[in-house]
C-alpha cells in the first residue's frame, strides 16, 4: 500500500500569512492526490483533486502542485475562515491513503 | 448534491451493521462511490469505493473480508454491509460521492463496545 506522510503535523499561523503543507508518496502516484479541509464536528470538504485543480467555488488563495511523490498545498494569505484541519489523499492506486492531517491554528 | 447515511449505533464486538447512504441530486447510477471513516479524534481513514464500471469493489487492508460495500440504484442508495466488529472500527462514517470522494455526507457514528 502507499503510504503517505503529510508536514507539518500542525502549525500556527496569522491572517494574512502564506503557508505551505507538503505530502509525500512512498512512490509514485502521478498527479494522483487530492486535498480536503476539515473543521471540527463537519465532514470534510474537498479543495482540489488531481493535484492541483480547484474545486468549484474554492477560493483562489489556495492552491496545490506536484506530481510523483512530492506534493503542496499553499494558502496564500491566510483568512479566519481557513483555520481548520488539513488532509491529503492520494487517488492514484487502491487502496487509496490519506494523509496523517496537518492542523493549522491561529498564532 | 444530498449525502445522508443511517444506521450507526451502538454494536458488540463481533456485531454486524449495515449503514446506508441515501443520495440526492444527482444522477446515482452513473457515479462510483465511496465510504471512508474517522476514529474518535483521529486522522481520516478510507474504507471502500465501488464503481459503476463492472461494479468493482475496492476495500482497505483492515476491512477487506469483513465489510460488503454495495448500491441499489432503484433506491439511490449506497451501503456499507460491515460484519465481525471491532473495537478499533469505532468511528463516523461518512459516504461520497465519486471515487475520488468529492462530496461527503455528514456521517454517522459507530461505536464497537461491550
Known sequence: DIQ???SPFSLSASVGDRVTITCRASQGIRNGLGWYQQKPGKA????MYAASILESGVPSRFSGSGSGTEFTLTISSLQPEDFATYYCLQHNS???TFGQGTKLEIK | VQLLESGGGLVQPGGSLRLSCAASGFTFADNDMSWARQAPGKGLEWVSGLAVR????FYADSVRGR??????NSKNTLYL????????DTAVYYC???GWLEIWG?????????
Open chain 2, 106 to 114: 455528514p456521517g454517522t457514528l459507530v461505536t464497537v463496545s461491550s
Open chain 2, 81 to 88: 454491509h460491515m460484519n465481525s466488529l471491532r473495537a478499533e
Open chain 2, 96 to 98: 461520497a460521492k465519486g
Open chain 1, 44 to 47: 470534510p470538504k474537498r479543495l
Open chain 2, 54 to 57: 463492472g461494479g468493482t469493489t
Open chain 1, 4 to 6: 503517505m506522510t503529510q
Open chain 2, 67 to 72: 465489510f460488503t460495500i454495495s448500491r441499489d
Open chain 1, 94 to 96: 487502491h487502496p487509496y
